[in-house]
C-alpha cells in the first residue's frame, strides 16, 4: 500500500504559478504510475496530468497542456505538478493518485491509491 500527501495549494492570482507536490510513503514508489486530478465545486473530478513509473512517459489533459508540467523524484518518494500561467477556471480540490503499473494513466478508476487533496484557488 502506498499512502499519499499532498501539499502547495492556495490562494493565487489570474497570471501565477503554484507548484503542488505528493510525498508517497513505502519504498516502492517508482511501482506506481502518478497522477494528478482535480475536483471543482459542484463538478465532477477530472484528469489533470500523470506520469508513468520511469518518469518518461507524460499526459497532459488539453486544458493544461502548456501550463502544467508534472515530474517526479523516485529517491524522494514525490511528484510534483508545476502550474504556471493560472486561470480562475483551474480552481479546484486537487487530488494525487497511485497506480501500481502505468495502465491507462488518464483513468480515475484505474487508481486505487488517493491524498486528501489541496486547495487551489485562483482569483480573476
Known amino acids: 500500500q502506498v499512502q499519499l500527501v499532498e501539499s502547495g495549494g492556495g490562494l493565487v492570482q489570474a497570471g501565477d504559478s503554484l507548484r503542488l507536490s505528493c510525498g508517497a510513503s513505502?519504498?516502492?514508489?517508482?511501482?506506481?504510475?502518478m497522477g494528478w486530478f482535480r475536483q471543482a465545486l459542484g463538478k465532477e473530478r477530472e484528469f489533470v496530468a500523470a506520469?508513468?513509473?520511469?518518469?518518461?512517459?507524460?499526459y497532459y489533459a488539453d486544458s493544461v497542456k502548456g501550463r502544467f508540467t508534472i515530474s517526479r523524484d523516485n529517491a524522494k518518494n514525490t511528484v510534483y505538478l508545476q502550474m504556471n500561467s493560472l486561470k480562475p477556471e483551474d480552481t479546484a480540490v486537487y487530488y494525487c493518485?497511485?497506480?501500481?503499473?502505468?495502465?491507462?494513466?488518464?483513468?480515475?478508476?484505474?487508481?486505487?491509491?488517493w491524498g486528501q487533496g489541496t486547495q487551489v484557488t485562483v482569483s480573476s
Open positions: 513505502g519504498r516502492t514508489f517508482s511501482s506506481y504510475g
Open positions: 506520469i508513468s513509473r520511469s518518469g518518461i512517459y507524460t
Open positions: 493518485a497511485a497506480q501500481l503499473g502505468d495502465s491507462y494513466l488518464y483513468t480515475r478508476s484505474r487508481y486505487g491509491y
